[in-house]
DNA sequence: AATGAATGAGTATTCATTCAT
DNA sequence: AATGAATGAATACTCATTCAT
């Protein structure tokens, strides 16, 4: 049944609708505006139809490439999560020079490629949604902070095994290099964008610098005279 | 109109609503079942009816006691954040001991008080709905950010000023506590919830030691080995 | 979120829309409006608020009395059709007279009990809509068509045992029956709808009366002179 | 323009539609692929594209032939229906042999032609969704069934005017012949399609046989014992 | 005060129809 | 002529909010 409109050529503008035909890239401008909208607004609060407008196209669209909202979530997080570790943990493994160094080189790698990137509202994401989708919350362990904590593992025992670490329990020495990233992107997509007049706002490079050296002091094998009597 | 004490009685203790009726105990009620679910959920995907199911009364009564879902959100976080830090402040100002021991007795005592408690889920609530609720966002940080960082800097400052802590950049120092008990929070509260089976659980308790003492070991006044080159 | 034009206390007619509370009655209603419209336009051709405003509510109403379109479908269906052959059993099992006399007044019957009212559109329905739902149009053959077989068969039969009707091939000729009967309430619910002008009308009554005298002769135990070589 | 013959087709047997690529055949094609899903479906549940995609052509192709999903539907519906009456007038008005026998080889002959054919969905068709297509409906009846009724009409008649009938009322004793064959149909298309397991299923032929059966013996001349009170 | 039936704006999703290729 | 990507009006359904009881 066509629209009653277009059976009465009611036409509200004179610039016709741009009918550009881009199959290929459709899907990837679509998760990036979902990305976008999923991170700022949450999943329920996204309507798909404002999706479908920042990726510049028609809600329609939007449903002929994902099946449904839900769909499009899914693979808004499969699609940042695919395949990063692998290029991650061969790096790391040719590092050579001081554990500290490639700590630090590794936090701020992380920072350019993913932190500052897109890539990280996907954390914000799960960290926000991880209720409401159970399925995908143990999928992000799996595919993602799993691979996280192995390679974190394996540069703080490297640290350890060459003397250049002092003796730690890794399992929870892991989340002091965890946690500080994942505050940062939790911060950058929350408050850090409602600072509020008067406080000084922070800057991520020099957060994560002053991160590492806190970290590097901290897990230095030299003593320290804090808590003696402990 | 109910004492303040039930008002702010969600921040006490995480017991189940109790189904009696006490009339005076609505409003309290409403906002524990509301911060459940909202922490849960989020904003968007926690329906009115849902809240007032879990405090035990009608969908019309939710509706008598706040006007709107938004003034229910805003009365939740409002209310989960009204003045805690003037007698932690008091509290802190008479600490006597080693300012090390300071900061481990405040951070544990905050799990205690705030994180192993129901209004923990303030903090996941602001950092996921930040930008849905931007005046809520910035009277956090007034209410809630900015007084927690002058605490701690107070804290890190005796430390210094006494010479048990390093020199340090203050500013940044500060996250070094605020990241590693925001992110317990934020994980409690998401991912955490999601264990896949075969890692082994955090213990926050176990956390927390862990987080002090790569934060004192951080902070020791003793030089490092650590990139003696630099 | 309150719908804006609410906000802004738009109305749009001084009559404020009636809110009668009628929860008893609800049901019906619906299912009143909904198999009119299911009858008269088909299933996928009915809207949903069609049918909520014939039945003088709103769309929410029908979702809170029927889960989906096709359950309210479905319920359509089974009240039309619940417990209305027991009473026929008995009342048919007791009749006194000829088989011919309780074979007309049994398709009398019929029709004033079902075939004028609007429990005749069900059949209607379940001819028009059967291979869109399956399950329902099966569970019309076990609860509809099955004992109606039986008990035209066992009117058949009481005629033949007694001498009254002729040998007959009993599955078959029981169509001889449910076939006119089945005729009139389609063409009442469709073509008879749309008789085209100059034509005389068909009249339910004499068409029954006229059908009836037929099958009568038809099964009269009298050899005809029809194709005597036969 | 593709001929006649190959519009017609779909009237002809009930082949499933060839896929290989014969340009001048399509609307032919997609007529009959619409036909079937009309008829299993109803209008306004087929899918214009399903329609396609069983004439093995695309969606846009459909739309190159018929400009909209109801003029498609007419289009399948005025096909169907052209002139089969003269044919069939000119057949019958040259039979010779007893009326009776002429009844039954117009009967069967129908079977044959159209009851057995995909043309037979035409009559689900118009008895499904003559309310949403009026003048279809209308036109069905002037084409259709006008015909069928003096066809029909003039065979009874033959047979009173022989002295081979019994008199009747002609307008009513046309339903005689026309409700069981359009029950057939009807059935066939729909609860016929759901045979409950258990019972035994309705032959057309046998079904056939019986019709005529009792009809012949409905219109036989000799007198009946049924009802000799009235 | 409390209830829960009723409302209707809002949203996800479908699908007839268009049109660039 | 044919395709199928793109469109957007239409519709089922949800849920915050209202209000008669």
Redesign the pocket.
Known sequence: ??????LLSINKSDE????????EA?PGELLGAALDLFVEKGFAA????EVAARAG?????L???F????ELFKAVVRESITGRFNEWNAEFESFEGSTGDMLRYCMNTWWERIGATKASGITKLMMSEASNFPELAIFYQQEVMTPAHQLIGRVLQRGIDRGEFRQIDMAYAIFSVIAPLTFLVMWKHSLGACQPIGLPALVPEQYIASQVDMLLHGLSVRPTNENPKK
């Open positions: 049944m066509p629209p009653l409109s277009r016709p609708p741009r009918r550009e035909r881009r199959k459709r996204t309507r798909a139809e196209v028609s809600k329609g669209t449903f002929l490439y099946p449904s909202k839900e």
